[in-house]
C-alpha cells in the first residue's frame, strides 16, 4: 500500500467529523452507456468534479445515513492508499494495475470545518471496479477498500436521476 503523508491521512479522515455532507449521483457510463449518457448529458445541466460529470442536485445526508458514514471513517484501514499524489509534487507509484475506466458513481462532498473557507474534500465511487478517489486542493489518493458493501447501500438510497440500464443499477 501506498504510505500517505500525516497531512493526507488526515483530510482523508475529517470525513468523520466533516460538515455540510453532501452526495452527487454520477451520470451513466461512458462505456457501458454512451447512448444513455449523451441523452442525459443533453437532458439536465450537469456538474463537474475532477472531469467528471454529475447530476446537479447536491443531496443532504440523512442524520442516519451521515452518523454510518462517519462511523465508517473512524474504522481502521477504512481508506487503505494505492496510490497517492501531492499538489506538492510528491507522489508514490500506485500498488494495483487496473483494467477498467474509472467512472464515478457517487461522490461524497464535505468541508473539514464550519463556514465557506473551510477546505472541501471530495470521495468519487466506483461500483464497477470498486476503486474510489479521494482529492482536494493538496491531495488525490486512490483506495480500494473504502467502498464496503454498508457502503454502497448508503449511497444507492441517494438515486434519483440516473435511469435504469442493463448496466444500472449494478447486481451485488
Sequence with gaps: MARLTPEALAAVRSLAEGHEL????????????PDLLEHEAVRV???????DRFYPARQHVSPEDEARLRTAARQPGWFEA??????????EDFD???????H???????RSGAGEDAPMHRILFCFGCNESV?????FEVTSYTALTPELREILLRYRRERPSSE??????
Design 96 to 102: 494495483a494495475v487496473k483494467m477498467c475506466l474509472f
Design 82 to 91: 494505492v496510490g497517492f499524489r501531492s499538489c506538492d509534487g510528491r507522489h
Design 45 to 51: 445541466r450537469v456538474v463537474e468534479l475532477m472531469n
Design 167 to 172: 448496466a444500472w443499477p449494478p447486481r451485488t
Design 134 to 138: 479521494f482529492f482536494d486542493d493538496q
Design 104 to 110: 464515478p458513481d457517487f461522490a461524497l462532498q464535505w
Design 22 to 33: 453532501r452526495i452527487y449521483e454520477g451520470l451513466p457510463h461512458p462505456r457501458d452507456e
